[in-house]
């Protein structure tokens, strides 16, 4: 019965192998553990407290539909009048909740690997699914902010903020640790652009906005 007996043998080298593979396959700094766990938390805390405190707002805006947020500042700025609009809500519940849970789940990653702790190929997969769909849903968001209600939420721009690095960073860390498939050539430039990503990300968000309220900007408003 040699397929048999030869069975856990071949499992072991393909495992060795894999290994060897993710060994050898280059790493950026900022994927390693220590510095992705650290960009993680802050990302995920930074997240978090924007979350909750639209949660307060909102729970204040429920109970007083007349309630100014801490974020009303005038006609195009103003957390309230968004949370007024159905993309708010767009599974039923205020977003915010989803966010909550989100950076909770960002946040315990990140000190489980402060702690030491290894994860599973799909825990990695499972978190790029909801940093990928997270970040889907913020695009979404700030479309709908700029081009249909036309007003800015400051914290739910924190959480776009956020999102951003950290879809960009668990993708680019996930391409390095061999977790998502790509040739060696194509993860190394990915690897190397990481933060260059970033940067042109948030230089998107910045001009878009910059050319929805251009009258705001320049004078025109009548504001």
Known sequence: MPS????????????????????ERPQPPMTRDRPFAWLLLITGVVG????????????????????????????WISCGQVMQTWQSSLFGFPNMFIGIVAFAVIITTAMGLLAGARFARWYWLGLQAGVTLGFAFVVWLWSQALYSIHILCPFCMIVWAAMIPLFVWVTVRNVSH????????A???????????????????????????????VGTSGY
Not at 8 to 17: E, K, L, N
Not at 180 to 185: D, G, L, Y
Not at 188 to 211: E, H, K, M, N, P
């Open 4 to 23: 048999i007996s030869h069975a856990p043998d071949d499992v072991t080298a393909s495992g060795h192998a894999a290994a060897a593979a993710e060994a």
């Open 48 to 75: 978090w407290l924007a979350s909750g405190t639209l949660v307060l707002e909102k729970l204040e805006v429920l109970k007083d539909p007349g309630h100014v947020t801490v974020c009303d500042v005038n006609p």
């Open 178 to 185: 061999g977790v998502i498939p790509m040739p060696s050539a």
């Open 187 to 217: 993860a190394r430039i990915l690897g190397d652009s990481g933060w260059i990503l970033t940067a042109l990300l948030y230089v998107a968000v910045v001009a878009t906005i910059f050319f929805a309220f251009i009258q705001v900007f």
